[in-house]
């Protein structure tokens, strides 16, 4: 569908902006950040030891850039194994085994849900993308510093910033990096809402630390995120980047992201008639202990829509299979 294809009452309107596919911008920089370097011998070595052995979903840690104490504060997530990966990693070393990666990166909820289960969005994508045989890991920015969400928190003042999730986003492509049964150049970022911010933080080389970071993705997908921190930055990259947008999104309103897309030459399709959250599963409500959104104080609107989560779905494996592949 092109940018001017008239919106129709069966289906989403999509408007998109194409982007050539480019070499990793960090690939042919030699030097890295020196705690960057710690993170990915702390890697290697969790894997010398054999510790963080590849099951079907497995709780793993990982070494963050932000220090406690002088020490990396040390990140959870969840893993989880391509389909028709070997067992335990078992013939990893192998160059022939190894996988493309994607990392998940959670909104401002974050990736657990009140019972502490894995978010039912986060289980989704993880097992879609499994399914297309490539390892998955969900990352938890909130549950290491303490947090359990950050929905109801003004966006001026919430517990984790974007540069921490930024600098945890990446150590944990440092992280996958290192592993031995994942294809290091073939990384990929898939974030929403607040974490869709994050993966444009981690793809802007306006960044000094997205500039000297040496695991950079091949791909990256942003879920109606908010878009003026990075608009307002200048947002550079060379990583190809898709934005899936719901046309009636008033917690990040789409106009940023469409202006955002434009100047940096990115892939962006909106969704007519979608609110914020349309590719979840819960019908359409009303937030209204959310301080943020297009009118402060006002509430937001969230809720799932079948036409447009089931073409974002199918835009977003496209879009990878095409980087990964």
């Known amino acids: 569908m092109s940018d001017t294809a008239a919106p129709s009452a069966d289906r989403p309107t999509v408007r998109r902006a ?3 596919d480019a070499p990793a911008f960090a690939r042919t920089m030699a030097a890295t950040r020196p705690i960057a370097r710690r993170v990915a011998a ?9 510790a963080c052995p590849a ?7 990982l070494p963050g850039l932000d220090l406690r104490d002088g020490v990396p504060l040390m990140l959870s997530g969840r893993w989880f194994a391509a389909r028709g990966a070997s067992v335990g990693g ?4 192998d160059a022939s085994a190894r996988r493309p990666a ?5 909104g401002c909820g974050g990736a657990f849900d009140r019972r502490g289960r894995l978010d039912a969005r986060m289980s989704t994508y993880a097992a879609l993308v499994t ?3 490539w390892h998955a890991l969900v990352l938890d920015s909130l549950g290491p510093r303490g947090v359990r969400e950050m929905c109801t928190q003004a966006p001026g003042s919430r517990a984790v910033t974007q540069q921490q999730r930024r600098r945890d986003t990446l150590a944990a492509l440092a992280w996958l990096a290192a592993r031995p049964d994942v294809e290091a150049s073939r990384l990929a970022l898939v974030g929403w809402s607040n974490g869709g911010s994050t993966v444009l933080a981690a793809t802007n080389a306006r960044h000094p630390e997205v500039r000297a970071s040496s695991a950079v993705p091949r791909a990256a997908v942003a879920f109606y995120p908010g878009c003026e921190a990075e608009l307002g930055r200048g947002y550079e990259t060379r990583v190809p980047l898709q934005l899936l947008l719901g046309g009636a999104d008033d917690w990040t309103a789409p106009g940023p992201c469409i202006e955002l897309a434009r100047r940096a030459g990115a892939a962006f399709e909106v969704y007519a008639g979608a609110y914020h959250g349309f590719d979840g599963e819960a019908p359409v409500r009303r937030r209204t202990d959310v301080p ?12 799932g829509d079948a036409q447009a989560r089931a073409a974002a779905r199918a835009r977003l494996i496209a879009f990878l299979r095409e980087h990964l592949d």
């Open 90 to 93: 078992a013939g990893a070393g």
């Open 292 to 303: 943020g959104g297009v009118s402060p104080g006002q509430g937001v609107t969230v809720g």
């Open 42 to 50: 702390a890697c290697v070595a969790l894997f010398i030891a054999a």
């Open 131 to 133: 399914a297309e045989g």
């Open 18 to 20: 194409r982007v050539e």
């Open 55 to 61: 099951r079907a979903q497995e709780r793993v840690e």
């Open 102 to 106: 994607v990392l998940l990166l959670h």
